[in-house]
């Protein structure tokens, strides 16, 4: 068992509906991050916060709006996404301290697999 | 900017055989940490081990081990003992010390352990 937790593990929506993707994590980390991972390929960072506050924003289309309500729990709202957003989305979180990013692994959850229709 | 280049995208290994993944990096930070993942067909992905740029000893966890040779900016993988559930994805990764500790990841070697 994995200690981030992302919900659901699979989901499959239309082009036109609005759901949203969960990630919750216990470990006091204070740096959350969101990535895209196409099939065969290695993961495409999304978003990252920081303590609470959206740090990196990688240039991702507004249907994506990410969410961080409190430090344990990292949320993606989708909205009018396209059939090329299809993907696994991979939830990471880590110890925040800049000092102390180079020596700590990320620690990712098992992912939603994104179907749209 | 940093870069991580993996140059096998598929590695064959006989079960209980030893098999070493590459990995080279750039970047211009002194102070960095490279990192090996495994990620399985299910789609997790598994923290495996560490080196840091500082670290005089290569790092090792269980069956795996880092060959880290810093003046050629390499930090290869070593599998001993492979089993059947090795097979998966390997993505190498390396992380600093700006940039919200976002990691860079090479383009992952599928290794298929064979019976």
């Known amino acids: 068992d994995t200690e981030v937790t992302q919900t659901p593990k699979h989901l499959v929506m239309g082009m036109t509906n609005k759901k949203s993707l969960k990630c919750e994590q216990h470990m006091g980390h204070r740096a959350m991050y969101w990535y895209k991972q196409k099939a065969k390929k290695p993961p495409e960072l999304m978003f990252v916060?920081?303590?609470?506050?959206?740090?990196i924003n990688e240039s991702v289309p507004s249907r994506f709006s990410p969410e961080c309500p409190n430090s344990s729990l990292l949320n993606l709202h989708l909205h009018a996404l396209q059939p090329e957003d299809s993907a696994l989305y991979l939830c990471a979180s880590a110890w925040g301290a800049p000092a102390v990013y180079s020596n700590q692994p990320q620690h990712f959850g098992d992912g939603t697999r994104l179907s749209i229709l | 900017a940093q870069k991580i280049t993996q140059t096998q995208p598929g590695m064959f290994v006989q079960e209980k055989e030893a098999v070493t993944l590459d990995c080279t990096y750039d970047?211009?930070?002194?102070?960095?940490?490279l990192f090996w993942y495994k990620q399985p067909s299910s789609g997790e992905m598994i923290f495996l081990i560490y080196?840091?740029?500082?670290?005089?000893q290569n790092a090792t966890e269980g069956r795996y081990s880092l060959n880290f040779q810093k003046a050629r900016k390499s930090a290869n993988l070593v599998i001993s003992a492979s089993q059947l559930g090795d097979s998966a994805m390997y993505f190498c990764?390396?992380?600093?010390?700006?940039?919200?500790?976002?990691?860079?990841f090479g383009d992952g070697t599928t290794l298929t352990v064979k019976p």
């Open positions: 080196q840091g740029s500082y670290d005089q």
């Open positions: 990764a390396m992380r600093e010390n700006t940039n919200a500790g976002k990691s860079t």
């Open positions: 970047t211009s930070d002194p102070s960095y940490g």
């Open positions: 916060y920081s303590y609470e506050k959206l740090s």
